[in-house]
């Protein structure tokens, strides 16, 4: 099941704060939260693992509420270079002896910055 | 220390065609997934590798196929290509016991 990101599109002016919701409908092992620029590949954010916990990673940080099964990405005081297309990957599962269950994302958030 | 790459940066087929897609993990990782990326979407999961053997796997069709080398390198197969093949692959690597996985810059491909 494809986790469902909220809102699709935001547009900051640069200080401004944003939130990015990110829901699925089934249990959640962990969230995963990438930032992709226009024809480059999604840079890693952070991981959340079940345990609710939050992390952050200087101004940005997230949350990870695993019996509502949704994860949060909180970015503060927004820069130019925050710009881009947030996508949320969700695991659901480790049921074998890998490093890592697949993901499955959610269709982006496209976050403007302005000047 | 390297990360992930991929080649080639771009290729161009005809429908029918067979094509191979190659990632070099990141330093250190030991598990290789892909997965396919449609312009304005996320990335879809199409297969993982870990020690050599396909260990889980998206809803593709068997026309997509894989490998994994002993130096954990990978390759995705892909054949009698479709229109609908076109997309962005991405190559992702992980490791015991990080959690994280990173992409490498991909593979554009478009089928005419």
């Known amino acids: 099941q494809q986790p469902v990101q909220s809102p699709q599109a935001v547009i900051l002016r640069e200080g401004e704060d944003a939130v990015i919701n990110c829901s699925s409908s089934k249990a959640l092992y962990s969230v995963h939260w990438y930032r992709q620029k226009h024809g480059e590949a999604p840079v890693f954010l952070m991981i959340?693992?079940?345990?609710?916990e939050q992390k952050g990673h200087e101004k940005i940080s997230a949350s990870f509420n695993e019996k509502k099964q949704q994860s949060s990405l909180y970015l503060t005081a927004s820069q130019l270079s925050y710009s881009g297309t947030y996508f949320c990957g969700t695991e659901g599962g480790r049921d074998y002896g890998g490093s890592q269950g697949n993901l499955i994302f959610g269709k982006g958030t496209k976050l403007s910055v302005k000047p | 220390d390297a990360g992930v790459t991929q080649s080639p940066t771009h290729l161009i087929k005809t429908r029918g065609q067979q094509v191979t897609l190659r990632c070099s993990p990141k330093?250190?990782?030991?598990?290789v997934s892909w997965y396919q990326q449609a312009l304005g979407q996320g990335p879809q999961f199409i297969f993982q590798y870990y020690e050599e053997e396909e260990r889980q796997r998206g809803n593709f069709p068997d026309r997509f196929s894989g490998h994994q080398f002993p130096n954990y390198s990978s390759e995705l197969n892909v054949n009698a290509l479709l229109l609908g093949d076109s997309a962005l692959y991405l190559c992702?690597?992980?490791?015991?016991?990080?959690?994280?996985?990173?992409f490498g810059p991909g593979t554009r491909l478009t089928v005419l």
């Open positions: 330093s250190g990782h030991d598990t």
């Open positions: 992702a690597s992980s490791g015991n016991p990080s959690y994280e996985q990173f």
């Open positions: 959340l693992l079940k345990g609710g």
